[in-house]
């Protein structure tokens, strides 16, 4: 019986967690029908707000499509003017494709890291979703690789500080590859280190294979993996 009682709390536990994560990125809802490229942004724009529930200050719109039909800019229209929207706010998904950063969820209402609230409810009813960091660097699968930030990450045998070391992953010779299992912050994954990266088209480039577990999100959060956003 309590064996039963810790497992409901730890699921209870992990559920509420999942909750609380915050921070993470806009993206299209994959069964939904947005079309838009190359900024997740509807082409209709979206109403920027000052706080939640708050006043309509701007629109964040997109910018005019190039020759190709493909848009790479995206602003914000205000009383004060047009604004560019920067590439600080926006984080590649794709090859040239950006998404939204949010940086803080209240209630109904996302903010982005330039301090502009978007409305969750007319995200969702032009085809967005949001997408914590967690759940988006778990399950993308279409990547080369994600690998430690500096100075490093350590690969443990357990999901916490304590746990023994299994090998320090620094640079773009250690190959993260997450699973579905997560435990907080933590992640199990499988590692690969190489002796050159796989983009020098060599072969037997494997020295060793390592499962464990790494601190994916920092305690801001945030990722402490990076990738290759346009592959090799």
Known sequence: MKQISLLIFSILSASVFAQDLTKGLIMPDPDGAFKS??????TSG???YDR???????????GAPDNNGEVYKAFIKSDQ????????NLYMVGYEVMAIVYVDKQGEFVKTSNGWWLSVGELKSKGLILKNWLDYLVNTKDVLGWYANDPGLNLRAEPTTNAKILGTMKGDLWEITPTNETKGLWCKVTVKEYRKHPCSGESDLVIRTLTGWVKL??????????RYGKGC
Request: proline residues 8%.
């Open 81 to 88: 003017g047009l604004t560019e929207f920067d590439y600080a």
């Open 46 to 48: 979206l109403v920027a």
């Open 52 to 62: 939640p529930n708050g006043k309509q200050i701007a629109r964040l719109e997109l």
């Open 217 to 226: 999100l920092s305690d801001e959060q945030t990722p402490n993996v990076w």
């Open 37 to 42: 490229c190359c900024v997740y942004i509807p």
